[in-house]
Each structure stands twice: as C-alpha cells, then as structure tokens.
C-alpha cells in the first residue's frame, strides 16, 4: 500500500516538474519576443521612424493642409514650410529630387508690348518666349520656383496659376515662386490691380502655361545633385541714375536732381551716378545622379539688354539658357534648362553713360552678355562641390503698406496740366496731362493698403528672398549685408509686380523711379520689406 502511495507521489512529481519546464521555456520565448519588439521600436525611433506607419514613395507629392486663405496678414506672422525631424536623420532616409520644366508663352497674335500706346505693336517674333520651372524636392519639402519671360506679372494672375499648381501638383502655394524676367521685348500681363475683375485671352493663356511649366517639372523629378556658386560681372551693370549739373523738372511741376538715362548726348553735364551697382552673379547648378548637367538657375541685376521696339525678344536672359545649354552640349529644354531671373535691377542698366557710346547693340550685345556669363559661371561650376542631399524650407508674408497720394503742390499742379488743352502737342505738356490721368486712375481703382507678398527661400545654407518690385541695388545689397546667411541673393519681380521701389533717400532725389503712379508705395517701404525678409531670413537660420 505504502509503495503504491509512494510511485503515485513520484509520478505527480514529475508531472508537476514537466509543467513547470514547459511553464519556464514558454516564458523564455516571450521573454525573447519581447525584447526583440522593444530593439526594433527603439532603433527605429533613434532614426526618426515611426514602426507603425507605413513610409511613403519619394515621389508621392506630401500636402500640406495649407490654402490661400491660411496666409497670414501681417509682419509677425509667416508660414514656414514643414521639415524632416532632423537634418541628419532625413538625409539618411530622403532623396534629393529635381525636376525642369519649359513652355512656350509666345503669343500667336499681335498684343502691345508694354502698357501705354507710345509703344508700338510687335511685330516680329524673334526668338520664342518661356515659363521655365525649377521644382525641387527633400524627400519632405517640395518647392517650385518659375520664372516667364514677361515684363511684369501682377499678383492676382500669380495667385490663380499658384492656385492651379497646388491644385494640380500638391506643391503648396506658399512653396511656389513665379516671377518675371522682365524682357521689355516680352508681353505686359496687366496691371498690379485686376480693375476689371476679370481675365483676358492672355492672361488666361498665361496661367495656363505658368502651371504647365510647374506641373511638367513635377512629373519630371528625379534623383538629383546640388550646389550653388556665385562670381562678379561688373561690366554689364551701371547705374542709371545721374546726378546733374543743372535741376531737372519732373511732370508733377518739381525739379529733380538726378536724372534717369541722361544718355550720351549731354555728357557735361553728367556728375556722376546716383546710387551703387551689385555685380554679382549667383547660381544654383543642378545635376543629375550619373553627373550630366540638368539645371542652372541664375541671378544678376541689369535691367535688361534691348532690342527694336517691334521684336518680341526673351532679350539676354533667354540668350542665356540657350547659350549655358549649347555650351554643356545639350540641344533641348528636356535634359537642361538654364533660367536667368532678375535681380535688384531697379536702377541699374548695361550701359555706363559716363563712357563713349558703345558700338555694339541689340542682339550683338545680348549674345555678348550671354556668353561671357555663361563662360565665367562654366569655370565656378568645374569647381564647385556637389550635395546628394540639402534641407529646403519656406517663408511665405503678406503685409499691408500704404499708398502714397500726391501732395497739395503736386495736386495742384495737375489740376493745372488736366485744364490745358488735350489738343496741345507740347511734349512737357502731354507728359503732364499723362500722369495726371494716372493719378487719378490709381486713386480710383487701388486699394488703399495693397496686400504685398514677400517669400523667403532656404535651400541648404543658401537662401533666396523674392520681392514683387523693382528693387534698387542699393537694397539688394543691404539684405545681403544684413542676412545670416552667407550665400544670399533676391528675386525681383517676383510674386507679383508693384513698380519701383526706391530707397528713402533716392526719393529725396527725384528722378523717373519715383515719379508717382511708378512708385505708388510711402518712401519707407524698401525699409518695410528688408526688414522683413531679413526677420524672414533669421527666422530660417
């Protein structure tokens, strides 16, 4: 009995051993589990990975929940563009892409080339015109930057081709820089001011083709190289303003002290120029993963080159992509684009009225410029160092300004000029009759506090400011003295397009720039707006 009782014991001894290894071996393996889950959590989290969701393609385009109606309406609020977690992180993970787009704007029919009637009709298309598109592309950040051969775009037709590339691309709208070359051989789009609340066979047209030149350099993305550069020309860059040994009288019935183009005629009577000149030359160069040259995107500040008043020309800037493209041996816009955007050019020019006239002119002088650009930026870019990857970021402002009215002398001036005879062909005369009527269009129409757009750029360590006006050099140079960043330069014309913008100072001068209804602005809104694209600028730093 005492044995039976004994084996039985054994038995459930052993039984209870077995369980408890089983137990053991079970808690062994979750154990194992467990900590595996929790390496793999960890390690992807110190990369700035979420385990949990599912990554996304390089080249599906990330929205951002941004619209028209989010940009902010004053100086201290901005719209900064989303980021990777960290540099290092996302450079590990993220492809740098770049895409070129190119499309032709020239116009199938007759238009006027510039907004007043003194300026004839064009007649003869020779050569074509272009929305060329630069996006690129960190793997986060997506940014278009377009640039048209046109002689100034307004905001509100920007606006409505930004709407359609976000529409269209994902690419948000505050991500988006449309600016124009301003080629006086191009097309005038209209007014700063949409006063007949609606749009035109070319304004249409151009819309169009602004968001086909973006979507084109969309679709075209691809893996791509960076580096940017910049080298001096001051040879083609002259200040156009002049100080004169005599008052020159202006159309409101004051006297100036400078003159703007005085010509060669009067040399005498020439002291010197008005203000300095920025011969710099900055760039961005693109190239594709195997090393083939893909893109440059340029900035320089002359006003632009000329040609006859009844050509439609791209002028040098136009001359200048084709003379980058044929001199990296590409015949086509499909594989290389090269863009020349305008800088600060609001008073500079190419010619040096302090010199003899120069023989050369027109086309000759365009291809000229061209190929010395061209072939001083080929010998930076043979020794600039490439990235595979940069962070891109944006800053995107709308303020308010003032306009500026004429003053009880001024307007009592013109009411003079408008009681003249309009039959009168007295060259002074008419020139008053004719901004007196501007004047009074500009009082009528413009808003008294106009929204301006102002957007600043980071690609990498450099940074890009665009400005929708005619900036004085002496502006351009002042950011670029002020920014935190060491490569700087700004856009012009950019975003929309506002007239001149003179300095303080040169409104104490006189002179063409400032003349009302071409600046419409109070004399401290070149202060207004370099203060906030550098606030701009250290907001990104």
């Known amino acids: 009995m005492m044995e039976g009782y004994i084996v039985l014991r054994q038995k459930y001894k052993n039984q209870t051993i077995l369980k408890m290894s089983k137990k053991i071996i079970w808690v062994g393996i979750i154990s194992i589990m467990l900590g595996s889950l929790i390496y793999i959590f960890k390690t992807k989290k110190s990369e700035g990975i979420n385990p949990i969701q599912t990554t996304e393609s390089t080249n599906t385009p990330i929205v951002k929940n941004d619209t028209p109606n989010n940009l902010l309406q004053n100086n201290s609020n901005q719209t900064p563009s989303k980021e990777p977690v960290s540099s290092k992180s996302s450079a590990k993970q993220a492809v740098f892409q770049a895409g070129i787009g190119a499309v032709d704007i020239t116009l199938p029919y007759n238009r006027s080339a510039k907004k007043d009637s003194k300026t004839a009709t064009s007649q003869k298309i020779h050569d074509k015109l272009y929305a060329k598109a630069l996006v690129l592309d960190d793997g986060s950040t997506k940014i278009a930057m377009i640039v048209a051969d046109n002689q100034g775009i307004p905001g509100w037709i920007i606006d409505e081709a930004k709407t359609k590339i976000e529409r269209e691309t994902g690419i948000p709208i505050e991500n988006i820089m449309i600016s124009s070359t301003h080629t006086h051989s191009g097309i005038y789009a209209g007014s700063p001011v949409n006063t007949n609340k609606s749009f035109d066979n070319y304004q249409n047209l151009l819309v169009r083709k602004l968001a086909e030149s973006a979507k084109s350099a969309f679709n075209n993305l691809k893996p791509?190289?960076?580096?940017?550069?910049?080298?001096?020309?001051?040879?083609?860059?002259?200040?156009?303003?002049w100080y004169t040994k005599t008052a020159n009288s202006n159309p409101f019935g004051l006297m100036d002290s400078v003159t703007t183009n005085?010509?060669?005629?009067?040399?005498?009577?020439?002291?010197?120029?008005?203000?300095?000149?920025?011969?710099?030359?900055?760039?961005?160069?693109?190239k594709s993963s195997d090393g083939k040259p893909m893109a440059i995107f340029a900035n320089y500040s002359v006003h632009y080159i000329g040609v006859p008043s009844t050509d439609i020309s791209a002028d040098y800037y136009g001359e200048f992509g084709k003379v980058l493209a044929n001199k990296f041996g590409v015949n086509n816009l499909t594989d290389f684009i090269g863009i020349m955007s305008n800088g600060t050019s609001g008073d500079i020019n190419s010619l040096d009225y302090g010199a003899p006239k120069e023989s050369i002119q027109h086309y000759s002088k365009i291809n000229k410029v061209a190929n010395d650009l061209a072939d001083n930026l080929i010998k930076k870019y043979n020794s600039l160092e490439f990235q595979s990857w940069v962070p891109l970021k944006s800053v995107n402002k709308k303020i308010s300004i003032k306009l500026r009215g004429p003053s009880t002398v001024m307007r009592r001036n013109m009411g003079n000029a408008q009681k003249r005879s309009s039959k009168s062909n007295n060259a002074k005369e008419k020139q008053q009759r004719y901004y007196a009527v501007r004047v009074g269009a500009m009082e009528k129409n413009y808003p008294q506090s106009p929204q301006i757009n102002l957007q600043v750029f980071k690609i990498?360590?450099?940074?890009?400011?665009?400005?929708?006006?005619?900036?004085?050099?002496?502006?351009?140079?002042?950011?670029?003295?002020?920014?935190p960043f060491k490569d700087y330069f700004t856009i012009g014309l950019a975003n929309g397009q506002w007239g001149y913008l003179?300095?303080?100072?040169?409104?104490?001068?006189g002179g063409y720039e400032t003349w009302l209804t071409v600046s419409r602005f109070n004399e401290n809104t070149s202060e207004i707006i370099s203060e906030n694209i550098i606030n701009s600028l250290n907001s990104l730093k």
């Open 460 to 483: 990498g360590d450099l940074a890009i400011g665009a400005i929708p006006f005619e900036v004085f050099a002496e502006t351009g140079l002042k950011i670029k003295k002020l920014s």
């Open 262 to 286: 005085p010509g060669y005629t009067n040399q005498k009577n020439l002291i010197k120029p008005a203000g300095p000149t920025d011969p710099e030359v900055s760039f961005i160069a693109l």
């Open 502 to 509: 003179p300095t303080p100072n040169q409104y104490k001068k």
């Open 224 to 241: 791509a190289q960076i580096a940017w550069g910049s080298f001096n020309e001051p040879r083609y860059v002259h200040n156009r303003r």
